[in-house]
């Protein structure tokens, strides 16, 4: 019913309206025996790796669909970011809204905007920044970037909502965990921190974090 890849950082998942090479262009190889293509059942920015889920066909699209509106998938990220929260564990309950209604992707913490929750571990602690497990229990769009910013954490490397940097953003989708199927146990799907977070990793002494 599904497939989950490894999705590097800096290619974008989809087709944008500019072109470009993009991961969704790779997916006839991914087929394995079905007719068509297998098509994304939700999205990662360019600049995330990590695992990225795939429906392959209609009735599982709906299926996967479904589960992640319902926030039944569970999804943890990895993070390197500036600085740190003085806890070692929290929920950042700030709803989100985008910057211009009109147009754009980018968004912004508003009181009267989409719920959004992020649920948050301290998993290490470096000079200068902390390695952040992130939980987001919804899916808005660059959610767990504008919440750690406006907790004044950004992510390292983040040039929209904190500051470009020596490193690319540093973010991971670490794993995903879904319930498939009745009567039995989720799927669970890990992918390995990629080499250019391990690097960054290293350059702050937290490589033994992961």
Wanted: aromatic share 4%; glycine share 12%.
């Amino acid at each position: 019913m599904m497939l989950v890849v490894d999705k590097p950082a800096g290619l974008p998942a989809h087709r944008g309206p500019k072109g470009g090479a993009n991961l969704e262009e790779t997916f006839g190889a991914l087929r394995f025996g079905l007719p068509r293509d297998p098509a994304l059942a939700h999205r990662l920015d360019r600049d995330t790796s990590g695992c990225l889920v795939l429906g392959r066909h209609h009735k599982a699209l709906e299926k996967l669909g479904l589960l992640f509106r319902q926030g039944r998938v569970g999804k943890r990220y990895v993070a390197l970011v500036e600085g740190g929260p003085a806890q070692e564990e929290g929920l950042i309950d700030l709803p989100l809204s985008r910057l211009d209604p009109s147009r754009g992707w980018r968004m912004k913490a508003d009181p009267s905007g989409r719920p959004a929750q992020t649920r948050w571990r301290v998993i290490g602690r470096g000079e200068g920044v902390s390695l952040l497990e992130l939980s987001p229990l919804t899916g808005r769009t660059h959610q767990l970037r504008v919440h750690c910013a406006a907790r004044g954490f950004p992510i390292v490397g983040d040039p929209v909502y904190g500051a470009a940097g020596a490193h690319p953003l540093q973010l991971h989708a670490r794993s995903v965990e879904i319930p498939l199927y009745k009567n039995r146990d989720a799927v669970k799907v890990e992918a390995p921190v990629p080499p250019h977070m391990r690097d960054a990793l290293a350059d702050f002494g937290l490589e033994d974090a992961v």
